[in-house]
């Protein structure tokens, strides 16, 4: 079984106030004149349902708030190093989300901060050698704590990712593909169904994380129904000669479905297609040529070809269709390619 280490970030903060224990010694010999605690040369680190921590600090020329404040780090430094492992029951680690859903994951790590594990640290026991002027104390937190601090934990990294993969999965503009964002959307769902939001006092409630996701849900599937078993119809230019505005007014005489698509090749226009749901592609390839005529006069040719593929597949369904138009003119400025746009247009509804 592989282990799951917590890091520990010790906070300078004092969580029994030091200055009030300071009060308490005004000399080293004060009425805190005790025997030596075993726990001081012999700690007893298997005190049961506890992790133990001892830690001291020498007088050193500081004040007693100073000593106080240094032999309390001391400690908790000290207790930090005894807190061993872990996470070893699989319902306390953190989580990932496959297609089986959420599943515990042993290889990834729980990170906790002092605040949050040694919030409810104690401090049992306190001594003041008498000879030497240095302060010994015992701190104690109870393992419930420390566990309770983790499975809070797990719940905030759950929620922080539910709400990076809700955004995912409604942003359209990065993740085009609507099958990846309906998984990121579904993995939302796994990760919120397995939140126990009573550890998250401070956190929204469940059931508004749980609308926000209906509402991702529900424009996804708006989206799917308008694409399903529809046909896209995409255009590409391998030459690049023609200007974009000459193809949009082509797709314009063809308009079907969602017209816009940023690819090159056939095999990428399938897939362009293929991520926005659609069941079919119909592909325009528009090139162009220009050759003398009489006269002097310069005679363009436009060629489109239109073929149409089952997306699944990859397969040609139908085509490809070509036709061609020609337009004339004393310069290539002089050549109207929206001219001869809508002729081969025209010919090939």
């Known amino acids: 079984m592989k282990k799951i280490f917590i890091i520990l970030i010790l906070s300078g903060a004092s969580l029994i106030s030091s200055s009030a224990w300071a009060g308490l010694f005004t000399s080293c010999d004060s009425d805190l004149n005790e025997p030596e605690p075993d726990w ?14 001892v830690g001291s600090a020498e007088n050193d020329g500081m004040s007693k ?65 008498k000879e030497t002027c240095a302060q010994y104390i015992l701190m104690v937190i109870s393992k419930e704590a420390v566990a309770q601090a983790k499975r809070e934990k797990t719940m905030k990294n759950r929620v922080e990712e539910f709400k990076a993969l809700l955004v995912k999965g ?60 529809h046909t896209a119809l995409f255009a590409i230019n391998p030459d690049t000669s023609i200007h974009p505005e000459v193809i949009g007014e082509m797709l314009d005489k063809l308009r079907s479905g969602d017209n816009s698509a940023d690819c090159n ?25 220009v050759s003398a005529g ?25 085509g490809p269709d070509t036709v061609s138009a020609q337009v004339i003119g004393w310069s290539n400025d002089e050549l109207d390619w929206n001219v001869a746009a809508g002729k081969a247009m025209q010919d090939l509804k």
């Open 40 to 53: 001081v040369s012999k700690p007893d680190y298997s005190l049961p349902g506890y992790y133990v921590g």
């Open 65 to 129: 708030e100073q000593q106080s404040k240094a032999a309390e780090n001391s400690a908790k430094s000290n207790l930090v190093q005894r807190i061993e492992v872990t996470i070893r029951a699989r319902n306390e680690q953190s989580t990932r989300v496959s297609s089986h859903g959420v599943e515990k994951d042993e290889a990834s790590k729980v990170t906790v901060s002092a605040e949050e594990v040694l919030r409810d640290l104690k401090i049992k026991s306190r001594w003041v050698d």
């Open 170 to 229: 409604a942003d359209r503009d990065k993740n085009p593909d609507i099958n990846l964002r309906r998984k990121y959307l579904e993995d939302a769902q796994a990760l919120l169904l397995d939140t126990d939001f009573s550890l998250l006092p401070g956190e929204i409630r469940k059931e508004a994380f749980a609308n926000r996701l209906d509402e991702a849900f529900g424009l996804l599937n708006k989206e799917a129904l308008q694409t399903k078993g």
């Open 265 to 289: 090749t056939v095999d990428e226009c399938i897939s362009r297609a293929k991520e926005r749901g659609f069941s079919k592609l119909a592909l325009l390839v528009a090139s162009s040529q």
């Open 294 to 318: 009489q006269m002097g006069a310069l005679k363009g040719t436009l060629t489109v070809s239109r073929t149409v593929y089952d997306i699944e597949s990859r397969k040609i369904l139908k």
